[in-house]
């Protein structure tokens, strides 16, 4: 089964405007130290009803351009969440999806974004140089991931998009939005700057999509998106839709002010990770993870994203793997835009086989043959731990999370343990 993570082959990419003691168990299948595990998710809506069997794209998708570069990329056949979703959006339908990280989500919504965009093209309703559909994302690293699928999905058709993110000079993305671009991927601090300078049009957007709300909830986003909100036609005027792999009842109190009416949709299981990642976890001293990490590493075949909780602490890190022989490289908020897009390409190519981050990578980051996550010390959270993890055993395919704990973490591993039923440490 294909999804936008499997991409065979990409037509080359046309230039585009803008841009900018020791004990472990292995489990076949954490909250902070001292406090509550915090809620994950809603309990109180009920999922729409959806047949998750997968079905031919070209069931669903009727633009000729889109079909062609779905052939190329061999993409066949729906996911779940696409089958579930893809009936609704193509409805224009205002829609909250949830689904475990890696089955799709993205070209859930992406693929109605585009077949509409190009409906109206050929209706003579959608002129060029208008926005018409704006995605807001968390990260840099997730917008720019978006705006390629965009790039892919698009080869064959008259659409034109703008990533706009900050850690990089503006005055390009300013001249995007300016001329006007059909689709904008954003984050919401630097679209912000760009509205605050009044700087591009949204006032004909009909297509608002958040994607990783509750990563945008934990990064304090809120505040910005509904300013955003306020910035584009009304509810009634457009269509909007949520995706993440988790949406705590916090963010569904706020996705019902967006779209009081939409169609929920949850596919999988409400707050654990996927099936398809086994679970091992470690208790030993926090001055011996390092060197046991180290040794972990040159057995382990497939690369790795090891998470730490603190960028001191990840550049400290990939430093000491390095002095052990590993090709490692650090990604987190304080590196240039520049050192970040290069760590992130060396590791996609197979330069670096170690990635050192953190939660900056753990969300929406579609990265193939990622064997292995590493949790270098227990997640502040839940839904962090479902998010790290789920940077493995994506599409179907096997992978394996360790987790290193010192003795004083073992409440939180715990915590782990109960929320999602698994068994990550020996009696």
Request: charged share 25%.
């Amino acid at each position: 089964m294909t999804t936008e993570a499997q991409t065979p082959q990409h037509p080359q990419r046309r230039r585009r405007r803008g841009s900018g003691g020791t004990g472990g168990a292995r489990a076949g299948g954490g909250h902070r130290p001292g406090r509550p595990a915090p809620t994950s998710t809603s309990t109180t809506r009920e999922s729409a009803p959806f047949d998750p069997a997968p079905i031919p794209f070209s069931t669903l998708i009727t633009d000729p351009a889109l079909l062609d570069a779905l052939e190329q990329r061999g993409f066949e056949r729906t996911t779940p969440i696409q089958s579930a979703v893809l009936p609704y959006a193509l409805q224009c339908k205002d829609l909250i999806g949830c689904a475990e990280t890696g089955t799709g989500k993205t070209a859930a919504y992406l693929l109605p974004i585009l077949a509409r965009l190009l409906h109206l093209r050929r209706e003579g309703a959608a002129p060029t140089g208008v926005t018409r559909a704006l995605v807001l994302a968390p990260t840099r690293e997730l917008v720019t991931q978006i705006d390629d699928e965009i790039q892919g999905f698009a080869y064959h058709a008259s659409v034109s998009s703008a990533a706009v993110y900050g850690g990089v000079p503006i005055e390009p993305q300013e001249r995007a939005l300016r001329a006007g671009v059909d689709l904008v991927v954003a984050t919401p601090g630097r679209l912000l700057d760009h509205l605050r300078s009044k700087v591009g049009d949204f006032s004909n957007v009909d297509i608002f999509v958040l994607d990783e709300a509750d990563r945008m909830m934990d990064m304090g986003f809120w505040p910005d998106v509904k300013r955003i909100a306020e910035a584009v036609p009304p509810t009634s005027s457009r269509q909007t839709m949520l995706f993440s792999a988790t949406m705590p009842d916090e963010v569904m109190r706020f996705a019902d002010t967006l779209a009081p009416d939409a169609v929920f949709i949850q596919v999988g299981s409400r707050r654990g990770p996927a099936q398809t990642i086994s679970h091992e976890a470690h208790v030993l001293p926090a001055r011996e993870k390092a060197s046991f990490l180290a040794k972990y590493l040159r057995r382990a075949h497939e690369p790795a994203i090891v998470f730490v909780n603190t960028k001191i602490g990840c550049d400290r890190l990939a430093r000491e793997l390095a002095r052990n022989g590993l090709r490692a490289e650090a990604i987190h908020a304080d590196r240039s835009q520049k050192d970040r897009t290069a760590a992130m390409e060396s590791f996609r190519a197979g330069r670096t086989k170690v990635l050192v981050a953190t939660d900056v990578a753990a969300r929406g980051i579609d990265i193939e043959a990622v064997g292995l996550i590493v949790n270098y010390e227990v997640p502040h959270g839940l839904d962090s731990y479902v998010h790290r993890v789920g940077r493995t055993g994506r599409n179907d395919s096997a992978g394996h999370a360790l987790t290193l704990a010192d003795p004083h973490e073992r409440q939180g591993l715990e915590g782990i343990e109960k929320a999602f039923g698994l068994r990550l440490l020996s009696e």
